[in-house]
C-alpha cells in the first residue's frame, strides 16, 4: 500500500464518459489520477465525499480573461463555479500582438466589446510584450488559481499589420494576408491555442465604431486560416450576425475545407429571426456529416444583461435628469431618486441616444425580470416587468423605476437578450442536445458591468438536472460529459476532462443537492477601483487542479497550480 498525495473517499463519480454515476474512491498523485475504486493506500491529503457528487473539472472555451490574467492570479468569476481550465481570447479582441501606438486602441476596442473599462485596462496592463509569443511569456511568468489558454484575436492582429487601414476595416492586400498568416503560424506554434474573429455589429469600440474584423473579406479569413494550417495545429473560433446565413456560413465552411482546421461559431436565439439557428445548425451538421471538424458554440439559458443603479446601463441611463446624478455614489443616487418630484420629472421625459442597444433595452422592458436572489434563468413571462406593469395599471417604466430602488439600490433588472424569444429556454434543450453542438458562451472575464454568465457551470447543473420545472431536464452524467470531455477535446485538450488513471487530477466535490446559486453582485476589486459583477455559489465543497486543492468550502486556498497551455494536449499513454 503505497502513499499518494491525496485521496477523495467514497464519493458517487460522474467521470465525465457519459456513463452511468458510480461510487469509487480517487487517488491523486504527481498531479494526475492514480486510481479509482477501492483505493488501499493512505493519502497525504484525505476528502471525505460520501454523499457528495465527483466531477472532473469543468472546462470553459468562451472567457476573456486576456487582461485579467495579466495582473490577477484569481481567474473568478469561473474559478468559483468548479473551472479548471478556461480558454480566453475568444470574439477577436486581445491585448496582441500589438504596437505601443496602438496600446490605446486595442483598450478602446475592449472596453467597448466586452465592457471593460479604461481606467481598469490602463492601470491593469503592464504590455510587456509586442508580439503574442511575448504575450504568453508575460501570461506564464504568473501564476494562476486555474489552467487557461489564449487564442489569437483577429481584431489584434488586423490592426497590427495594417494600422489605420485595418481598424477603418479597409479591405486587406495579399501582401496583408500574407504577413497575418505567418504571424497566425507563429502564434500557434508559440501555443495560442487558435484563432479568433468577430463578424457582428453588436462588437463596437468605446467611441461607437465597429469592430476591425467586421467585414474582412474571405480571401484574409481563409488566408489566417491557411497560417494554422503550415503550423498543423490551431482551433477557429467566429462569431457573426449571420446577416446572409447562406452566405455567411459558406464563407465558414471554406476556411474550414482548405485549413482543416477546426471551428466553431457562437449560436443562440435572435428575436428577429427567432428560428434562424435551426437553418444555421443545419449546415453545421451537413458539414460535419462529411467530416468537417465544425461545431456551434451554445448555452443553456439566455444571454442576460443585467440592469441597475450600480451597473454600466439601467433604463434611465439616456434620460437627461438621470445624466446630471450618473456620477453621485449609489446612497445619493438613491436618496434623489426617492423623491416624487424627481421622479416624476424622469419618466416624463425622452431619451437621448441613438445607440441601437441602448434603444432595444428601452424596447424591451416590457420582457425584462426582476432578479431574485436566488436567479431564475428561465422565469415565467407572468411574472415580467410587463406583466406584472399591466396587472397593476402601471407604465413598464414606472414599475423599473421602482423595482431598481429596492435593496438599497443594489436590485437588478434582468433582460434576456438571446435564446428567450419565445419565453422559453426550449430552444437551448434542443441546442444542447444536438450532436454537432459544445457548450461555451459564458464570457467570464468579460462584461464586468452588464452580464455575468461566468457562472454557467453551475447553473447547467442545478436548473438543467435538478431544479427545472418548465421543460424535460437533462441527466446529470450528460450535462457533466458537456462540460469536460466534450469541451476539452473540443479544443484539442485531451488530457483533461475524463476521471480515468493517467489523466490529469482536475476535479470537483459538490454537494449536489445543496448547490445553489446566487443573485450577482458588484465588487469594486479590479485594478484603478473598477467595478465587476461577480456571482458566488454555494456548494462546491472542493476544486481540484493537478492535484491541489483551490477552494474549499466556496472559498479559495491561494494555491495556484495553474498553469499556460501552450496549444493542444496530447492524451495519457
Known amino acids: 500500500m503505497g502513499t499518494h498525495d491525496l485521496v477523495i473517499r467514497g464519493g458517487t463519480v460522474a467521470d465525465g464518459t457519459g456513463g452511468d454515476l458510480f461510487e469509487a474512491d480517487i487517488a491523486v498523485s504527481d498531479g494526475k489520477i492514480a486510481e479509482i475504486g477501492k483505493v488501499a493506500g493512505k493519502g497525504t491529503e484525505e476528502i471525505d465525499a460520501r454523499g457528495l457528487l465527483v466531477t472532473p473539472g469543468f472546462v470553459d472555451i468562451h472567457t476573456h480573461y486576456d487582461g485579467q490574467a495579466t495582473w490577477s492570479a484569481d481567474l473568478s468569476p469561473s474559478s468559483n ?5 478556461a480558454v480566453m481570447g475568444n470574439c477577436g479582441v486581445g491585448f496582441a500582438p500589438c504596437r505601443r501606438e496602438d496600446h490605446d486602441r486595442l483598450i478602446r476596442l475592449m472596453e467597448g466589446v466586452e465592457d471593460i473599462p ?153 428575436e428577429k429571426a427567432p428560428e434562424g439557428w435551426r437553418f444555421l445548425l443545419s449546415q453545421i451538421e451537413a458539414a460535419s456529416n462529411e467530416g468537417l471538424p465544425m461545431k456551434a458554440q451554445v448555452c443553456g439559458r439566455p444571454v442576460g444583461v443585467l440592469l441597475g443603479l450600480e451597473l454600466t446601463l439601467n433604463p434611465f441611463s439616456a434620460h437627461p435628469s438621470f445624466k446630471e446624478i450618473a456620477s453621485l455614489p449609489l446612497a445619493a443616487k438613491v436618496e434623489k431618486m426617492r423623491d416624487p418630484a424627481f421622479k416624476e420629472k424622469l419618466l416624463k421625459e425622452e431619451p437621448a441616444t441613438d445607440n ?175 467595478r465587476r459583477l461577480v456571482q458566488r455559489a454555494k456548494g462546491y465543497k472542493a476544486t481540484i487542479v493537478s492535484g491541489e486543492i483551490i477552494a474549499r468550502d466556496d472559498e479559495g486556498t491561494g494555491a495556484v497550480p495553474g498553469k499556460l497551455l501552450r496549444g493542444a494536449q496530447p492524451a495519457p499513454a
Open 356 to 530: 441601437p442597444f441602448m434603444r432595444s433595452v428601452l424596447a424591451h422592458l416590457h420582457k425584462m425580470y426582476a432578479l431574485d436572489r436566488v436567479p431564475d434563468y428561465e422565469p415565467d413571462p407572468e411574472t415580467s416587468i410587463g406583466a406584472r406593469a399591466k396587472a397593476r395599471g402601471l407604465e413598464p417604466l414606472a414599475l423599473a423605476y421602482d423595482l431598481m430602488l429596492e435593496d438599497d439600490g443594489t436590485a437588478m433588472l434582468y433582460f434576456p437578450f438571446l435564446n428567450y424569444a419565445q419565453n422559453s429556454l426550449e430552444p437551448s434543450y434542443q441546442m444542447m442536445l444536438h450532436k454537432d453542438t459544445v457548450l461555451g458562451l459564458g464570457d467570464g472575464g468579460a462584461h464586468v458591468g452588464m452580464i455575468c454568465d461566468g457562472s454557467f457551470s453551475t447553473h447547467m447543473l442545478t436548473h438543467w438536472t435538478r431544479d427545472r420545472k418548465r421543460g424535460e431536464r437533462l441527466p446529470l452524467s450528460f450535462v457533466v460529459k458537456a462540460h469536460t470531455q466534450d469541451t476539452a477535446r473540443a479544443v484539442g485538450l485531451l488530457d483533461r476532462g475524463i476521471l480515468k488513471p493517467g489523466y490529469k487530477a482536475d476535479l470537483n466535490v459538490i454537494d449536489y443537492q445543496g448547490l445553489s446559486l446566487f443573485r450577482p453582485e458588484v465588487a469594486f476589486d479590479l485594478p484603478a477601483g473598477g
Open 81 to 85: 463555479h468548479g473551472v479548471t481550465t
Open 118 to 270: 479604461a481606467p481598469v485596462l490602463a492601470e491593469g496592463l503592464k504590455w510587456n510584450w509586442e508580439s503574442f509569443p511575448d504575450y504568453l511569456n508575460a501570461l506564464e511568468a504568473l501564476p494562476h488559481n486555474i489552467d487557461f489558454a489564449a487564442q489569437l484575436p483577429h481584431g489584434a492582429l488586423r490592426v497590427y499589420v495594417m494600422g489605420e487601414r485595418g481598424a477603418n476595416r479597409e479591405p486587406a492586400t495579399p501582401d496583408d494576408i500574407a504577413a497575418m498568416a505567418a504571424i497566425a503560424k507563429d502564434a500557434v506554434s508559440a501555443g495560442a491555442i487558435g484563432f479568433s474573429t468577430s463578424r457582428t455589429l453588436n462588437h463596437r469600440t468605446s467611441d461607437g465604431s465597429p469592430t476591425p474584423t467586421l467585414t474582412a473579406e474571405e480571401d484574409e479569413l481563409i488566408g489566417i486560416a491557411m497560417g494554422l494550417k503550415a503550423a498543423g495545429r490551431g482551433v477557429l473560433q467566429v462569431v457573426s450576425d449571420f446577416a446572409d446565413p447562406a452566405r455567411e456560413f459558406s464563407m465558414l465552411r471554406k476556411m474550414v475545407e482548405q485549413s482543416g482546421r477546426p471551428l466553431s461559431l457562437s449560436l443562440a436565439q435572435n
